[in-house]
Every structure is written in structure tokens, then in C-alpha cells.
């Protein structure tokens, strides 16, 4: 399961405004040596152990043309315009759609902050609601090369929940990695026009929801990424424009509008070992008083590395101040003002095992308040057993802790799912999981179990 938000989820991913413990005399390091340098979109790129080349101009230009032909399997084209598709069925069956509480016990806090206004979503707590979900999903894959240097790509996932005895929760949705990219190689410079978009409706995926069985959400991330290849070190500039519209009135205090400038400099310490650091400046502003608007300032190094042929690290952290105005309806005062990390390996231990691990801090946008401390690992083994036979675990943990608003939650969840996959055709693919997630919560009416059983099909074409 998706245990985090998805990119640039709700409200800002602020993973990437993540910050220091004190504002004391770190400020003037932070002003003096990280400030002019602003976050980057941290562009851990891994060196392959061999010749390194560049990353803009004509050879990289020809080999990104290259490899778009190749990694693009197509069963239709139109013109210059190449096509893929998959479709697939998957039918689910959730023991606890509504994240209601098992004992029962009745639901405090949380939606007197807002006064009439639930933040929890359902007014009451109607114990745990189990329903059986059919969902049928089409994924389009479309790739334009518009010269021998330009790329235009163009990918666009869209579902429909259909739930058998819960038919007023029915929705579209509209996958989280539908995005359309332009790529424009001139000289030194690679530019990237990006847009991503998706429309979601996954309320565990937020650790800080419970009692809640609808949380529809749309959001829209444009922008621009510019990197400058000087052999050795690679500058980077970007700008991102966000929007965030919660359907629910009940969560329509959330919508807001954000702004991000952010850059990085990268150095290629080795053909295999590349450092740098990178910072980024922000702005976020909600659409109703409720959430405090802010400003989100971060830097920090970063290190990635290719180890071995199978073993790759990265590791990455800084300081950040992000900076809350008073006055909103949550009675937030705080602001973040402390560090911020990321670690993690990808281990192939032969040609049918691999894992790879993830450990880290962030600082998630709150739900009642202005922010949520966490901090999260996550394991994720695979066997590719034979040719035809897949099987693929998760275990995941992460500690939540609101920031101090008049409602605050500290909890803990944890999880683990096992999905099993099969080669029927060349193209068709049948595949059995297995999901759980529990939470355990300071505010008891908020503890939370969740079993998901999923049977799906999926054709390539």
C-alpha cells in the first residue's frame, strides 16, 4: 500500500521543507553558506560504472532518442506518435472501508476545532463498514518525438471504484503518476516542462485520517526544471506551481495553492559517486482561514552512490525553517524549525532477489494543525522466482505527531502486504494480494484496523 502521499500529495509534500531544531547561531550558516542555494528536486542521479556522459547536447540528445524508442513498445502509431496500453480488473474486498474504530467508542476532538464543521468526515461513529470494490483501470502511454532533440511524453492512468453494497462512494479516479513531460535538449541546457495531475480517493493512504471513508482530492503540479551539464557539476533551477481541491465540504478547508523555487548543484565526485547540495524556497496559501498559510525554507547535502554492480545507497538531509502565520481556526502557533533526512539502499543479491530499504524524517502538512512530524521506514523485499512467477512483500512502519494545535494526535502505524504474480500470456498477468494496516493513537476513538484482499487481471497490449 501507498503509506505516504502521493506526489505533491495533500497539501505540499513538505519531505522536501523538512528542518533544524533551533534557529540560534545555525542561522547564520543556513543564511551565509545554504541560503543561496535553494532545494533542488533532488535529482539523485546514479552513476553506472562506466564512462559518464553528458547529460545535455547532441549525444545525449541522439541517446535519450534512443532509448524513448526502445523503452516504448507500441501496438499503435499515429504519425510521429507512438501508443501503449494496458487495461486491467481488479476486484477487492476491504473489511474496514470507513477506517472506523473496532471498539466502537465514540468520536472527540477533531471536529470541534472547525465548530459545525466535521473534520473527521462522518459525523458519527457507525462502526467499521466492509464492502466489496470492483475496479476496472486503463493505462495510456503515448511518446511524440518532436525532433531529434525534442520529446513530448504524455501518460494518463484512469480507474472507476465501483462498490457493491456502498454505491454512494462510486468514483472515478485518475492515477497520481498521469503526467505529460516536454523535454528540450539546447546546447549544455536539458529544459523540462512537466504537468502532473491525478484525482483521489485513498484515506489511508493519510496516516492523520480516521473515521473516514471519502476523501476525493485533485491535484495539478506544473512547472519548469532547467539543468546545466558542465562536465563534472550540473546546475539546476525549477519552479512549481501546485493547486489542491478537496471535493468534501467537510475537507474543503484544505485546498490551497503553493509556489516552490529550487535548485541544486551537483557534483560527479567519481564515475560512480556523486555529491552536492540543493535548497529550495516556498509558499503556500489556503483557500479559507482555517490552516495557517506559511512559507518553507530548506537546504541541505545529498550523496548517491553505486557501491557495487547490485548496491546502490543514497543518503540525503539539512536544516529548513518553515514559518506559519497565526489567526487560523486550528489555533496553530508552531513552526518547523529542524532537521530533516532520508537514507536508504537497493541490494540485488542475485538475478531472482533484490530489497531495498528506506528511513527517514519529513515534515507532512497537518490535517488539524499546522504540521505533522514524521518519521518512517519502509522494507520492500521481491523474488522474481521463475520467469512466470512473482512475489513481492512490503512491511512499513512511521510515527505521526501533530504540531500544537487545539486537537493534537501522536500516533503510530504500521503495515505489511504480500502480492503474488503470474505470467498467464505473454501479455496477461493475474496477481493476488494481501494488505494490512493498524493504528494505534493517543485519542483512542481513532485506532484503526484495515484487511484488503485483492484479486486482479492486467493486459498489456
Not at 505516504?4 to 533551533?22: D, G, Q, T, W
Not at 537514507?343 to 504540521?371: Q, V
Not at 504540531?403 to 498477468?429: D, N, V
Amino acid at each position: 500500500m501507498s503509506y505516504v502521499y502521493a506526489s505533491r500529495h495533500i497539501l505540499l509534500n513538505i519531505k522536501e521543507f523538512s528542518c533544524p531544531s533551533r534557529r540560534f547561531t545555525k542561522g547564520c550558516f543556513f543564511a551565509c553558506v545554504l541560503l543561496p542555494v535553494f532545494w533542488g528536486m533532488t535529482a539523485t542521479v546514479f552513476a553506472q560504472g562506466i564512462e559518464r556522459y553528458s547529460m545535455a547536447g547532441q549525444s545525449a540528445a541522439e541517446a535519450a532518442h534512443n532509448t524513448n524508442i526502445e523503452n516504448q513498445p507500441y501496438n499503435l502509431q499515429i504519425g510521429p506518435v507512438t501508443l501503449r496500453a494496458d487495461a486491467g480488473l481488479t476486484v477487492s474486498y476491504n473489511d474496514n472501508i470507513n477506517l472506523a474504530n473496532t471498539g466502537n467508542q465514540a468520536i472527540t476532538g477533531k471536529q470541534a476545532i472547525i465548530g459545525n464543521q466535521a473534520i473527521t468526515g462522518d459525523q458519527s461513529n457507525t462502526g467499521m463498514q466492509a464492502d466489496w470494490i470492483i475496479t476496472p483501470d486503463v493505462n495510456i502511454h503515448a511518446l511524440w518525438q518532436a525532433t531529434e532533440l525534442n520529446t513530448l511524453t504524455f501518460d494518463l492512468g484512469i480507474s472507476y471504484q465501483q462498490y457493491l453494497a456502498h454505491s454512494a462512494y462510486d468514483s472515478i479516479q485518475i492515477a497520481p503518476d498521469s503526467q505529460t513531460q516536454f523535454k528540450i535538449f539546447i546546447g549544455d541546457f536539458v529544459i523540462h516542462l512537466h504537468d502532473a495531475f491525478s484525482y483521489q480517493n485513498n484515506p489511508t493512504a493519510i496516516g492523520q485520517l480516521s473515521h473516514v471513508s471519502q476523501f476525493h482530492y485533485f491535484s495539478n503540479d506544473g512547472g519548469v526544471l532547467v539543468d546545466w551539464d558542465l562536465g563534472t557539476l550540473i546546475l539546476t533551477l525549477g519552479y512549481d506551481h501546485t493547486n489542491f481541491l478537496v471535493v468534501e465540504q467537510a475537507f474543503s478547508y484544505l485546498d490551497y495553492q503553493s509556489d516552490v523555487v529550487s535548485s541544486q548543484i551537483a557534483y560527479n565526485y567519481t564515475r560512480t559517486i556523486q555529491v552536492g547540495i540543493n535548497g529550495s524556497f516556498g509558499s503556500t496559501k489556503y483557500d479559507q482561514n482555517v490552516q495557517n498559510n506559511s512559507t518553507q525554507l530548506a537546504a541541505g547535502p545529498f550523496v548517491a552512490a553505486q557501491i557495487t554492480e547490485n548496491l546502490s545507497i543514497n543518503a540525503r538531509g539539512g536544516l529548513a525553517l518553515n514559518t506559519y502565520s497565526q489567526g487560523g481556526s486550528n489555533g496553530d502557533s508552531s513552526n518547523v524549525d529542524s532537521f530533516y533526512f532520508s537514507a536508504g539502499f537497493t541490494h540485488r543479491i542475485n538475478d531472482a532477489l533484490r530489497h531495498s530499504l528506506t528511513i527517514g524524517r519529513e515534515f507532512l502538512p497537518g490535517i488539524t494543525s499546522n504540521y505533522t512530524d514524521r518519521i518512517y521506514a519502509n522494507y520492500t523485499p521481491s523474488w522474481h522466482a521463475t520467469t512466470l512467477f512473482d512475489i513481492s512483500p512490503q512491511l512499513w512502519w512511521e510515527s505521526l505527531q501533530d504540531s500544537s494545535a487545539s486537537f493534537q494526535e501522536t500516533s503510530t502505524r504500521f503495515g505489511g502486504s504480500l502480492t503474488i504474480a503470474f505470467a498467464l500470456t505473454q501479455h496477461a498477468t493475474v496477481s493476488l494480494g494481501y494488505n494490512y494496516v493498524m493504528k494505534n493513537s493517543n485519542q483512542r476513538s481513532f485506532d484503526y484496523y484495515q484487511d484488503l484482499i485483492t484479486l486482479g487481471l492486467k493486459y498489456q497490449f
